[in-house]
């Protein structure tokens, strides 16, 4: 059972890691002045020695041999990097062009996404309140997109990559760590090449932008792999439920710092839409904690009746519990390397 002083220890990290990753947009704008490409392949390529030095500390080496025996395994990892990858470069971009609000925006969609995710492609079976959930998701895209006269495009592109990201992790299999270090060795001689490219060129920033600007690239290793390290040390110290909640917090500071720190523009239309989305996390959110809540009273119950030698509805009850927490553990795994 956990202790009030674990579970508090795990806020702690649970707030430090979506804290700093709430706050990337003000790390990527300290680089905008150097092009998004270019940001996306330093990131890529320090991320990797970051990887290996904490694998190294926690001497966690046994899942390498096992990964590279399953070549469909190691598919999904390259499928699963060449997505990240493409998450993170358009997000760089997003910062740099002064559209924060609109990333904020697609991170606050992505667990309605990943719901229409579970329906199309794996076949869950959605409560009502969920379903309600999703349709005003969408109803709020419709609305940005009447009012603007175009899709909330980057929004979108931002939300499906990242469900699509969860998607394949979910087939993977492989806690974060261990999926950072699999993901950022592949991400690793694309990127060098790339930079090299540059280099050749004469249009690298690293060596021409100044000692504070290579160090910042040159840390965008650390930037990955910190809060990812805190969201691990939160996830084994706090129920799901509680990690389900706190991944709101990253948007939720990246909508604060597009207001006030980049001062982006927000019409009365991009009101309504964040305003409607708001309206569908909420009821996402109740309808969690109140099933997660049903399904701790209906074990408590069970338990008292094994205690009774009254077994009546244990199996029902354990499926029940089992489920939830598959779809919170669903939920709240695609957060773990934004």
Known sequence: MQTPSTQRTGLLFGFAAYGMWGLLPLYWHA????GAGEVLAHRMLWSLPTALVIVALLRRWSWVSALVRQPKKLGLVVLASAVISFN?????????????????LGYFINPLV???????????????AQWAAVAIGATAVVVMTVAYGKLPWLSLCLA????????IKKHVKLDGVEGFSAETAVQFLPALGFLIYLGSRGESSFASGGLGNALLLACAGVATALPLIFFGSAAVRLPLSTIGLLQYLAPAFMFVLGLTVFHEEMPPERWAGFGLVWVALTILTWDALRTARRGRLELRAAAKAAVAGSPVGGSAVTESAATES???ESAVAESAER
């Open 326 to 328: 598959a779809v919170t």
């Open 31 to 34: 680089v905008a002045d150097t």
């Open 88 to 104: 993170w470069g358009l997000f760089i971009w997003a910062v740099a062009a002064d559209r924060v609000l609109e990333s904020s």
């Open 114 to 128: 990943s719901i229409a995710f579970g329906v199309l492609l794996l076949r869950e079976r959605l409560r009502v």
């Open 160 to 167: 499906f990559s990242f469900a699509t990201y969860g998607l």
